[in-house]
């Protein structure tokens, strides 16, 4: 099957991806994490206890982002997401480089999102993701 190849001004492919002059230009929507303001080296501490942390997740529970712990675009901060599956052995994220966040990050949680944009807008997508970054989803979050 042949596709015609059409080459997009900048604007039509801003246009296309949701981004345009009548559209907010803030790609990064999370709400910011004030602590960074502060002692760099207490937001660190904190950081790093709520890391260790852990918390037992089972399939059909619903999760959020542990604050300062997101490390992919989605989902959003505050917005849950449903535990798919906890697998017993982890798979190691197979990014080469060192210098990625990535690096052999152990995903051991798999989620499900309903996903908001495009041709899947409401289905229902999964990612597998590193559960130490995971707490618990209250309404009250």
Known sequence: MSRKHHDL???????????SDETSSNLLDDEPLDDLNGDLGAALRERYRLFNQSHAFAPGDLVIWKPGLKNRRLPRYAR?????????????????????????EPLDLVLGLIHEDGQARGELLTWH?????????????
């Open 80 to 104: 849950p997401a449903v535990v798919i599956a906890v697998l017993e052995t982890p798979v190691l994220d197979h990014e080469d480089d060192s210098g990625s966040t990535y690096f052999h």
């Open 129 to 141: 993701y590193d559960s130490r970054r995971f707490q618990p989803w209250t309404e009250e979050v």
């Open 9 to 19: 001004s900048s604007r039509e492919l801003l246009a296309r991806i949701g981004l």
